[in-house]
Nanobody, 125 residues
Framework: VQLQASGGGLVQAGGSLRLSCAAS????????MAWFRQAPGKEREFVAWISRAGVNADYADSVKGRFTISRDNAKNTVYLQLNNLKPEDTADYYC???????????????????WGQGTQVTVSS
């Protein structure tokens, strides 16, 4: 499985972006998917996860009400809609997959076994 993230960029505070993460393989619908982010000088942190069928999702408190994770299993793609962006949202954003069957979604990096490259989001004040 390979993950390819895209959609990052430079945006003003209050603006929006949509990140995409395309996955290879034919069993995308069996993966829990997540987004993490890492700001300069900080540790990688959880942003959101979405269940295999896309029915359930969870978010970090810092992004609740502003970010939305979604997926299109027909397109092997997971999305992260970022609204009302703040300068503190500036980070490299990474998509991740848990390809292990039956495991419950998690909020730790160790809960995911496949990672994409980061896409940079910069929010100016």
């Amino acid at each position: 499985v390979q993950l390819q993230a895209s959609g990052g960029g430079l945006v003003q505070a209050g603006g929006s972006l949509r990140l995409s993460c395309a996955a290879s393989g034919r069993t995308f619908s069996s993966y829990v998917m997540a987004w993490f982010r890492q700001a300069p000088g900080k540790e990688r942190e959880f942003v959101a996860w979405i269940s295999r069928a896309g029915v359930n999702a969870d978010y970090a408190d810092s992004v609740k009400g502003r970010f939305t994770i979604s997926r299109d299993n027909a397109k092997n793609t997971v999305y992260l809609q970022l609204n009302n962006l703040k300068p503190e949202d500036t980070a490299d954003y990474y998509c991740a997959a848990d390809t292990r069957p039956y495991y419950r979604p998690g909020i730790y990096s160790s809960d995911y076994n496949v990672w994409g490259q980061g896409t940079q989001v910069t929010v100016s004040s």
